[in-house]
């Protein structure tokens, strides 16, 4: 078993390394390279895996509610921790409820469980990302206009993906083939990405971000466990609900605390800590979920 979680978390972990050691040294620029991940290759994977023949997305209805449930469950008690221990909501509460599904779940989620998995995994991911760009952009701006969530690629990927998978309408197979390709970039990107930007973050308060790294991982998991008790799900989303709240802060925390100039050296500080906590947190989900 731990040969497994190891040969699952390895090639994860690799990667992400191999950025930080390179943005450590080559300091390059990858805002270009990110930007066409969050404009073309994230969506295309999204797209791809919603607008599937064999993708039905009423068959995830419950774990869209489960997964619903363990984002605004954290958020809860996010600022329930928030109040308790004296910290700003603003900055506690946003990496509390929004998790790296992304940048670690997706692939993950294929490397433990299998290309199966991708669609479930994607299913989770839209459900966080849509919330992550509406109520927690609104959370830290509450001026901020809501309707500029259609703008966003990955949402109209998501929606354009739902729309094709339940109208039935099938897309020419050489066109898929693209879409899956172009998507494909976006998984190795992401984790490379990660760890150039885990260099450009900084240890502002190691309190504050170990309380958040542990807070994280923590909470999800147990809220995980005890939706599970309420929502029925099959064996494989079991264990992708339970790794789901198991993983670290998102990096997208830090920039948008940054954008909106709510401490972004303190959130900085809870999504690097959180995303090394991970090497503790991951495999101990990985093992109670296989």
Known sequence: MLLRIVSILFPLFAITAIGFLVGRRAKPDLSHA???????????LVFGALANKSFHITEFLPLLAATLAVVVGSGLLGLLAARLLGIAPKTLVPPIMFNNCGNLGLPLAVLAFGEQALAP??????VSNLLHFSFGAWLLDHQIKLGGIW????????????AVGLSGFEVWEPAMIAIRMLGEISIPL?????????????????????????????????????VMLVVPLPERERALLLVFGALPPAV??????????????????????GNVAALAFLPLALAIGL
Do not use: W
């Open 34 to 44: 990110n930007k066409l991940n969050m404009d073309v290759f994230v969506p295309a």
């Open 190 to 226: 992401m984790l490379f990405a990660l760890g150039v930007r885990l260099t450009e973050s900084r240890i502002g308060e190691i309190r504050l971000g170990l309380i958040g790294a542990a807070a994280r991982p923590v909470i999800g998991m147990l809220l995980a466990a005890a």
């Open 121 to 126: 995994a994607v299913v989770m991911f839209m």
């Open 252 to 273: 997208l925390n830090y920039i948008f605390a940054e954008r909106y100039h709510q401490e972004p050296e303190k959130v900085a500080s809870i999504v690097l800590i």
């Open 151 to 162: 703008k966003v690629p990955s949402v109209l990927a998501t929606m354009a993906g739902l």
